[in-house]
Nanobody
Framework: QVQLVESGGGSVQSGGSLRLSCAAS????????VGWFRQVPGAERKGVAT???????TYADSVKGRYTISLDNTKTTVYLQMNSLKPEESGMYYC?????????????????????WGQGTQVAVSS
């Protein structure tokens, strides 16, 4: 089992940048796949980026070229660098982890694919 704690949210103007952090209670690399999700009130969480057991990132089409998911050298923290932010990308951002992600069936962008969740960090992008 792993505990996840997000941080780094805040308020930024349209076009600005934020870096979110997801600190894990144990080593993530080679053991867990991690995803970042965005949720707005009244809607389901939507995956925006994921990193697999080999450290390979995958992005939702809407954020490709602007977001970067990465694992730090301690192998316990996953970052989400968000550039050129848009107002519609405001919301609560969650990181999630699972060990059940080996194989082609794992896509990484659905809530049900993950077993462990953080409490979230709020992002507000103003126009």
């Amino acid at each position: 089992q792993v505990q996840l704690v997000e941080s780094g949210g805040g308020s930024v103007q349209s076009g600005g940048s934020l870096r979110l952090s997801c600190a894990a209670s144990t080593i993530i690399a080679d053991r867990y796949c991690v995803g970042w999700f965005r949720q707005v009130p009244g809607a389901e969480r939507k995956g925006v980026a994921t990193i697999d057991l080999d450290g390979v990132p995958t992005y939702a089409d809407s954020v490709k070229g602007r977001y970067t998911i990465s694992l730090d050298n301690t192998k316990t923290t996953v970052y989400l660098q968000m550039n050129s932010l848009k107002p519609e990308e405001s919301g609560m951002y969650y990181c999630a982890a699972t060990q059940q992600c080996a194989g082609a069936y794992f896509a990484g962008f659905a809530e049900k694919e993950y077993d462990f969740w953080g409490q979230g960090t709020q992002v507000a992008v103003s126009s």
